[in-house]
């Protein structure tokens, strides 16, 4: 029988609930795929591994907060790594998913896992199983209203200015500065991080934008001038980092 769970978030550095990291583990690259697939519209942290050996050095090292592991892997085994996982006390508690056939769920079992999931299995049944042991969040896509300082530059320099709204994929800039459509932009977006005992500080995060939109100013409009900037090409982590705030702002 599969033991109960109650996900408890971690502490980011926005001093809220932050994102989870999950280790894959399967000697078959299309099958750990797969799993990021459907793990693609959340915002957990994903790390893989394709052997046992190597899912004991990771959990030892960067302690997950969910293992999802196959049994039929050669050398160690989906069963024989969570019995080493499950054995040694810097990681034992770790939740541990092993991925197996229903002539194997006995097995897995014994060997101390937390919970199996059953081949074939889809979408939904993954995600199901994950949400057990793991807080996931969704990955926002609306904009929340927030100033954060950016300092950005253009082929015409380098200039300061700050936001009127930030969204997981871009920002409105509040700058008189007549930037065309398409200008490429620099930018270092500094995300405001909690008031603490040091004061209040920023932690600054380089993206790389677009000019899509151009608002000027108009007699009679309440409208800020400035520019509605696209992030291109943006890394994982910094995503993760601007969701993370986001979702922080979101539930103050």
């Not at 809220?16 to 519209?41: G, S, W």
């Not at 160690?76 to 790594?81: F, P």
């Not at 300092?151 to 994929?169: K, N, Q, V, W």
């Not at 500065?177 to 490429?184: D, H, L, N, S, Y």
Request: a positive charge; one cysteine or more.
């Amino acid at each position: 029988m599969a033991r109960p769970a109650a996900p408890q978030g971690t502490r980011s550095w926005a001093g809220e609930k932050r994102v989870v990291r999950i280790l894959l583990v399967d000697d078959i690259l299309p099958f750990i795929e797969l799993q990021k697939a459907y793990l693609k519209r959340t915002t957990c942290r994903i790390v893989t591994a394709r052997t046992g050996a190597q899912a004991l050095k990771i959990c030892r090292q960067d302690r997950p907060d969910l293992v999802v592991l196959d049994e039929a892997m050669p050398v160690m085994d989906g069963i024989e790594a969570c019995r080493h996982l499950k054995a040694d006390p810097i990681v034992a508690s770790v939740p541990v998913v092993i991925v197996t056939t229903e002539g194997r769920r006995e097995d897995c079992l014994r060997a101390g896992c937390d919970d199996v999931l059953i081949k074939p299995f889809d979408a939904p049944a993954f995600l199901e199983k994950v949400r057990r042991y793991a807080p996931l969040l969704e990955r926002l896509e609306g904009r929340i209203p927030v100033s954060c300082r950016v300092e950005f530059s253009a082929r015409t320099g380098s200039y300061t200015a700050y936001t009127r709204d930030l969204s997981p994929h871009g920002l409105f800039l509040k700058s008189p500065r007549p930037f065309a459509i398409g200008t490429p932009l620099r930018l270092v977006l500094h995300l405001p991080l909690r008031q603490g005992p040091a004061g209040r500080g920023t932690r600054p995060l380089e993206l790389q934008g677009e000019v899509r939109r151009i608002v000027r100013t108009a007699p009679g409009s309440n409208l800020l001038p400035g520019v509605g900037v696209r992030f291109l090409d943006i890394p994982s982590e910094t995503l993760l980092a601007i969701e993370e705030f986001i979702a922080a702002r979101r539930i103050r």
